[in-house]
């Protein structure tokens, strides 16, 4: 709703002015949203929090700042006088459902237009004018908070009943819309029918027309979960069921009953039956004790116990001062005040917040719980960009083309996604980092080094495993062998000295080597992605390598302390080897060959490669230095020359390489 | 002859000859130069001449040693001549711009998050992470959000099974409940992650976006502190002159609630359409821990206190940075993420 500056003012006595409304409401965190100005009034908006349901109300924005002018609630005419017997009988299937209910019978109503003065009413709150019976239901709401329904009381037929719907019944409501009922919605029937979705929406079987000479007037209190439910169930939030699940209570049914009553007795004269009543007028009575001394404990600050009380008298809390202690009981309309904290809250906001100081607190020191694993996480960020990768962080709701292509898990999908294309969660990183990718390609940035850190999501829906994957990506950007170069480096800083890759398939890839760390395989996949895959996402002429790692299968042994190792005192020297193999020869092989002599290597560098004209069929030529280096002495020649024969000895017996050539750099 | 003395005779000829030609003065001398190294009758030559006498696995390796040295003259001799022009060496030009590099970046949520948690280190407080699968438990009931309650709106959640109550969770306060769990008081944490909202994207809304909790629970932990800390921090991330307002709001697990509003970046608090005139932007929420919540996890509400606070990394990332977009966040185009260091 909105709320107009006049309408406000005609419930509080004395003057107010329009900055002076605006300026309380803003500093009660209201915030007021003018949205118009005309004939000497202001139309503005409020932002009414969900706990302050009589917010949505004009006296009860009054009321929110009587307390900064102390001035009295006006409170308007709800005079009446019944004159007719007639009543309706009604039952309430479950007065958990329906605390209180109350309906009252007007006859021979002349249903026509409203005053002028109503429709203006009505219209500067944002409400259509209708029949003038309706019109004050309306205005009466927004008067009081109380939602009101009128019924055409010739449509109902015998007694009134509030019970759940059952399955398959079907509504149509006053919007003309059909609806199903069931068990989890609350209604309104009569004998034979349903006349209204309770707290929601009235039915058309039942509604005032234009030929409308009797009405039923009902006035009630549903359980705020119950509206909640329903009006989720239906997909139907309308200005009642707002006002109905933030709570009603019975004292503001009553008088909105009265008001009610009385506006459409002088607008549509006709004869006032009585009023019927089932459940009860609640009297559940929150007593909460404040102690004095915990204001200023909660709020920093020391606040006068006379502005206190000030403060509890104008809010209409009723109090009972002890000694360093008022017993209060908040008015019926304030269900969100339910314990202590709960009036510190209404003393500082009356108070203003800004009255309290800002000030440090004074705190033991307590080391924080040291958190490795997020700080080991920060570290491998920093790697993986010194390493020339850049960060790119995706949503990770993506569609089911994607997760669809890693056929080995369970993609987990939303029950209520917004969109198709954001309907799961991601199993993989690679897709969305592919899509990112070619969002890049389209706009000509074709080399790209990138990773991406964050979960993914695999399972049932009850037992969803989240996993922390880091996956790198580079394009266009060197071959190959310069991309394993940086992995490879990745995880040398990263503490581990054994990296071991073995060729397995994967469903990205054409060729790709499973990895595995200290011996531990599964660790992750370096490959090269596979032309279908490149087709799918649009980058069929890019050169992609992609490393997709398991985070949390190794983090744990993830290692950055370093300590010094003392620099050799001894010269190194070093030999080249190129030997001829099978192509199928495997690196690692050659490497542990030679680690496995015994000999003084301190290092094996890989630096060629070479399948050329002049080589055999299936067969390639494999160039590395082997770095020697004694840790208490200066290798003699002769000593070198015997570790390389011993060398190529291993290789040619075990290997079945062939010794292409031997080069000496000392 | 082996391999080795072969390799110091090509080596001394092509020392020779780069020695040589440092000290040529004109055209007619590197001509000299030239027939003298690569001639029919040159160094080079001379060397290829002895070749067939030699092994046949030592000729190969000698002959594409010899090729390399012939290159590598050749293209000294195509660059002196070149620049012979005048008879001196040409200065080079330092005016033309240095060759591109490529180096990583963070992206700029990664960038913000660790300028906010950097600030709250200072202070002593530690980071804690938590699932992004939660149950209701963590993210509702126990933050004092009953089933049913409107307030529930204001999260607008993901489920994954409504019926298990198990959700992705809209904020990451429940973190707040997981540490609480685990943890006595005295505690100071702040918690940066990934949240879920359904809302449909615009330049304004994304339906994901991460999110900072951060809490203090101790004994005599009043408002004023939170004003304190909180204020603090908005100086240690926007400056020292940045005014900051605190007005009341509505968490439910916070009571008082604040919302703390900071002045606008853009008019410097004259008022324009980024502050919708107010002068003022908002920028987080926060308050005193609610009893409730501390019930919940079972500490003593009679003994401790506490203050809480939870805020939108890109909105800060939006603010600092001057983001138009927070589209922008999820697109990874390189030519956003190099913006930020």
């Known amino acids: 709703m909105k709320y107009s500056y006049k309408l406000v003012s005609d419930y509080i006595a004395g003057n107010i002015g329009k900055r002076e409304m605006l300026d309380y409401l803003d500093s009660l965190g209201l915030n007021p949203l003018v949205t118009s100005e005309e004939d000497g009034d202001l139309i503005f908006e409020l932002e009414t929090p969900a706990n302050r349901g009589y917010l949505l109300s004009l006296s009860g924005v009054a009321r929110e ?54 429709e203006k009413s009505l219209g500067k709150m944002g409400y259509r004018s209708s029949f003038n019976t309706v019109d004050a239901s ?68 039942s509604e ?117 202690t008022y017993k209060i009981v908040p008015p019926p309309y304030r269900n969100d005040i339910k314990e202590d904290v709960d009036i510190i809250e209404e003393i500082a906001r009356y108070g203003k917040y800004s009255e309290i100081p800002s000030l440090m607190p004074v705190a033991s020191i307590s080391p924080t719980s040291p958190a490795e694993e997020i700080a080991k996480v920060e570290k491998i960020k920093d790697i993986a960009v010194k390493l020339g990768f850049s960060e790119f962080i995706n949503m990770g709701l993506t569609n089911k083309r994607n997760t669809g292509l890693s056929r080995n898990k369970e993609a987990v999908p939303l029950e209520n996604p917004i969109s198709a294309n954001l309907e799961f969660l991601r199993s993989s990183l690679i897709p969305e980092v592919l899509e990112s990718i070619q969002f890049n390609i389209c706009r000509d940035f074709r080399e790209l080094n990138v990773f991406e850190l964050g979960k993914v999501y695999s399972g049932i829906s009850t037992e969803v495993q989240e996993e922390e994957n880091l996956l790198f990506a580079s394009v266009n950007s060197g071959d190959f062998f310069s991309f394993k170069g940086r992995i490879e480096k990745f995880f040398s800083e990263c503490g581990f000295k054994n990296l071991s890759f073995s060729k397995k398939p994967h469903v990205f890839a054409s060729d790709n080597n499973e990895l595995a760390l200290s011996g531990k395989a599964g ?80 290092k094996i560098d890989f630096f060629d490669l070479y399948r050329g ?10 160039s590395f230095a082997v770095l020697f280096r004694h840790p208490e002495k200066t290798l003699e020649n002769a000593e070198v020359k015997d570790f390389s024969e011993k060398i190529v000895k291993a290789i040619t017996n075990k290997l ?11 | 002859m082996d391999l080795k003395i072969l390799r110091e005779k090509i080596d001394g000829v092509y020392r020779n000859a780069l020695k040589e030609i440092e000290s040529i003065k004109d055209e ?57 022009g005048g008879g001196e060496k040409e200065e080079v030009n330092l005016s033309f711009p240095g060759k591109p590099v490529f180096p990583g970046y963070l992206h700029p949520i990664s960038v913000v998050t660790r300028q906010m948690t950097g600030i709250f280190e200072k202070l002593g407080f530690g980071i804690a992470t938590g699932p992004e699968v939660e149950t209701s438990y963590y993210n509702f009931e126990a933050l004092n959000i009953p089933e049913g309650h409107p307030a529930r709106d204001a999260w607008d959640t993901f489920y994954i099974n409504e019926a298990e109550r198990i959700l992705l969770r809209p904020h990451t306060s429940p973190v707040q409940i997981r540490t609480m769990e685990k943890t006595s008081p005295p505690l100071r944490v702040v918690s940066v992650g990934k949240c879920f909202r359904r809302d449909a994207v615009d330049a304004t809304h994304s339906p994901v976006f991460h999110q900072m909790e951060g809490f203090m629970v101790d004994r005599d932990i009043n408002f004023s502190h939170l004003k304190g800390v909180l204020t603090y921090f908005i100086n240690q991330m926007f400056g020292e002159k940045v ?84 589209r922008y966040f999820y697109q990874n185009n390189m030519r956003f993420i190099e913006q930020f260091i």
């Open chain 1, 523 to 602: 660790m992750g996949n370096i490959f090269v992605l596979s032309p279908d895959i490149q087709a799918l996402y649009g980058l069929d002429r890019e050169d992609i390598y992609v490393c997709e790692l398991y985070l949390d299968r190794f983090i744990d042994e993830v290692n950055f302390k370093r300590s010094f190792v003392e620099l050799a005192r001894f010269p190194s020297c070093r030999r080249d080897f190129s030997f001829i193999f099978p192509q199928s020869i495997v690196w690692e092989k050659i490497k542990n060959t030679i680690f496995s002599l015994g000999l003084p290597v301190e």
């Open chain 2, 28 to 84: 007619a001398e590197l001509e000299n130069w030239k027939v003298k190294y690569l001639g029919r009758k040159g160094e080079i030559k001379r060397i290829f001449s002895l070749l067939p006498g030699l092994a046949e696995d030592l000729k190969k390796e000698a002959g594409s040693m010899l090729n390399e040295v012939k290159n590598k003259l050749s293209g000294t001799y195509e660059n002196a001549r070149n620049s012979s």
């Open chain 1, 613 to 622: 004209k002049n080589m055999e069929k299936g067969k390639i030529s494999v």
């Open chain 1, 208 to 324: 005032v027309r234009a030929d409308t000479k009797n009405i039923l007037i009902e006035s009630a209190v549903f359980n705020p979960a119950v509206v909640r439910r329903g009006s989720k169930k239906l997909g139907l939030t309308t200005e009642a069921s707002l006002r109905f699940e933030r709570g009603i209570d019975s004292a503001t049914s009553v008088k909105g009953m009265s008001r009610v009553t009385h506006l459409i007795n002088k607008t549509g004269k006709g004869n006032v039956g009585k009023l019927t009543e089932a459940g009860k007028r609640e009297e559940k009575v929150t007593e909460i004790t404040l102690e004095v001394c915990r204001v200023g404990k909660v709020l920093g600050i020391k606040v006068e116990e006379s502005f206190i009380a000030d403060i509890l008298e104008r809010l209409n809390f009723l109090t009972e001062k002890g000694k360093n």
């Open chain 1, 656 to 666: 079945k390489g062939r010794l292409r050539g031997e080069n000496t750099k000392c």
């Open chain 1, 65 to 118: 700042i009587l307390p900064f002018t102390g001035s009295a609630l006006k409170l308007p005419d709800d005079s009446l006088a019944e004159n007719i017997e007639a009543e309706i009988p009604v039952k309430i299937e479950n007065r958990k459902d329906c605390p209180y209910y109350s309906c009252r019978i007007m006859k021979d109503v002349s249903n026509g237009v409203s005053p002028e003065w109503m």
């Open chain 1, 138 to 205: 309306n205005f009466v709401m927004a008067e009081t908070g109380q939602p009101l329904h009128i019924f055409d009381l010739d449509r109902i037929e015998g007694r009134v009943e509030i019970r759940r719907g059952r399955k398959g019944e079907s509504v149509v409501t006053i919007d003309g819309k059909k609806r199903e009922i069931d068990g989890d919605v609350l209604v309104i029937a009569d004998e034979v029918k349903i006349i209204a979705v309770a707290g929601i929406m009235g039915c058309e079987v």
């Open chain 2, 243 to 326: 005014g900051v307002k605190f007005t009341p709001s509505y968490f439910p697990f916070t009571e008082p609630s604040a919302e703390l509003s900071m002045t606008c970046i853009v008019c410097k608090g004259k008022g324009c359409s980024v502050c919708k005139s107010s002068g003022f932007i908002e920028v987080l929420g926060c308050g005193m821990i609610h009893p409730e919540v501390f019930r919940n996890v079972g500490y003593d509400a009679g003994k401790y206190s506490g203050f809480a606070f939870g805020m939108g990394i890109e909105r800060m990332a939006i603010i600092k940075l001057g983001i138009t977009d927070i």
